[in-house]
């Protein structure tokens, strides 16, 4: 059977998609889990769909933003290159590096253009529709976020812990009658609260306090695959249960892991309160 390695992956039917695949891939690349796109749809954005600080750029205390174009298209050349780069010239703060991430297919001319211009930027990189499926590849948990039915196999605990990590509050749908969380592109994957009598169990860390309602109760989380429980964290009901807030390492050191402050961004989606808020409202940071 052909794998993604060796053969292209079929090319998403719609702008919106790619530029996700795109912001997945970016963060693996530049190690960087706040890549984020940029603006919304009608925003002016300068060329730069997606922007983060990748670690290769960010080896001393400054700030080096690097910028990507996405563009879904059958064919680009140096114009178009040229075109996107004058743009992305007009991003705040001036960025360190330009990509562009496009479905066409590789071209060895426009390799060479790009490879000998003289840019404003210190580098300009063009990814191909082959480099990107390459990289896919690498990354099963994106094959299977993206691509589900591109080719079957057994499911770790890490498997099913980096499809958590690589999606974001907005690709799951809440069932509030039932409790649960399910990733729209997968929905074997789950995040289940529980709804048994421990969930009215007082919880009393001095740092709930800081809430103008000071009562709060133990809430457990499972997230399950296929029905199975891979993991379980303790998160804590504050405030009238306007936040949901992951358990921090202890009550006198007041830090969440990447993990836990993931979980809590997509646990609180749906309250309609500002998860980051009630961190800094209960004093809770994030480990870098």
């Known amino acids: 059977m052909p794998n993604p390695a060796t053969t292209d992956l079929p090319i998403p039917k719609s702008w919106d998609e790619f530029e996700d695949i795109c912001s997945d891939i970016l963060k693996r690349l530049w190690n960087d889990p706040y890549v984020v ?6 925003q002016k954005q300068f060329g730069v769909d997606c922007y983060g600080l990748p670690t290769h750029l960010n080896q001393s205390d400054t700030k080096s933003y690097a910028g990507a174009q996405c563009k879904r298209t059958e064919e680009i050349d140096i114009t178009v290159i040229n075109e996107e780069v004058k ?4 991003f705040e703060p001036l960025l360190s590096e330009f990509l562009m991430m496009t479905t066409a297919p590789r071209d060895q001319k426009l390799q060479t253009d790009v490879r000998n211009k003289d840019w404003v930027f210190d580098r300009v990189h063009v990814m191909f529709w082959e480099d990107i499926s390459l990289e896919l590849s690498g990354h099963d948990d994106l094959l299977k976020k993206h691509f589900p039915g591109w080719f079957k196999q057994t499911t770790s605990e890490d498997d099913v812990i980096n499809l958590l990590l690589s999606s974001e509050p907005h690709d799951f749908t809440y069932d509030d009658d ?16 529980e709804r048994g009598e421990i969930c009215d169990r ?8 800081r809430f103008p309602d000071k009562n709060a109760f133990r809430q457990p989380v499972y997230i399950k695959y296929s029905g199975t429980k891979v993991k379980e964290e303790l998160c804590v009901q504050v405030d009238g249960s306007r936040y949901i807030i992951p358990l921090p390492n202890s009550a006198s050191d007041l830090k969440l892991s990447p993990f836990r402050y993931h979980l809590g961004r997509i646990l609180n989606d749906h309250t309609g309160y500002d998860f980051n808020e009630g961190l800094q409202r209960a004093g809770i940071t994030v480990n870098s």
């Open 87 to 90: 743009k992305a010239e007009e």
């Open 178 to 193: 039932d409790g649960i969380f399910f990733l729209k592109s997968d929905v074997n994957l789950s995040i289940v609260f």
């Open 202 to 209: 007082d919880f009393n860390e001095p740092w709930v306090k």
């Open 37 to 42: 796109r940029n603006g919304r749809s009608g």
